[in-house]
Nanobody, 128 residues
Framework: QVSLVESGGGSVQAGGSLRLSCAAS?????????MGWFRQAPGKEREGVAA???????NYAESVKGRFTASLEKEKNTLYLHMTSLKPEDTAMYYC?????????????????????WGQGTQVTVSS
């Protein structure tokens, strides 16, 4: 099975930047079809933030487009999320996700149903 471990979360002031990392293990590269980032704030539903398929063509939620950048470092089996111009509304628990199934599910990469593995999350807090 696949294990996903997020890191890089923390507290930052509005306008600041953070880089989240998601280290994947317990798999071979061809078994992971795509990966993505989600976030969930207290009292709100989990929402897709960014997704990356075939090492390229990232897809982003409108709320983070132009501010967040997803990238994949194949050699380290690590997915990153570079976050800039952070806003208080970006405060949430951020989760890494991956899909390893046989049936193709990709549509946007931003829906929870498109994934079957999840990390435990890393907290991001943005203060004003």
């Amino acid at each position: 099975q696949v294990s996903l471990v997020e890191s890089g979360g923390g507290s930052v002031q509005a306008g600041g930047s953070l880089r989240l990392s998601c280290a994947a293990s317990g798999y071979t590269a061809y078994r992971i079809n795509y990966m993505g980032w989600f976030r969930q704030a207290p009292g709100k539903e989990r929402e897709g933030v960014a997704a990356l398929r075939n090492d390229a063509f990232p897809n982003y939620a409108e709320s983070v487009k132009g501010r967040f950048t997803a990238s994949l470092e194949k050699e380290k089996n690590t997915l990153y999320l570079h976050m800039t111009s952070l806003k208080p509304e970006d405060t949430a628990m951020y989760y890494c996700a991956a899909y390893t199934g046989y049936l193709p599910r990709w549509r946007s990469g931003l829906a929870s149903s498109e994934y079957n593995y999840w990390g435990q999350g890393t907290q991001v807090t943005v203060s004003s």
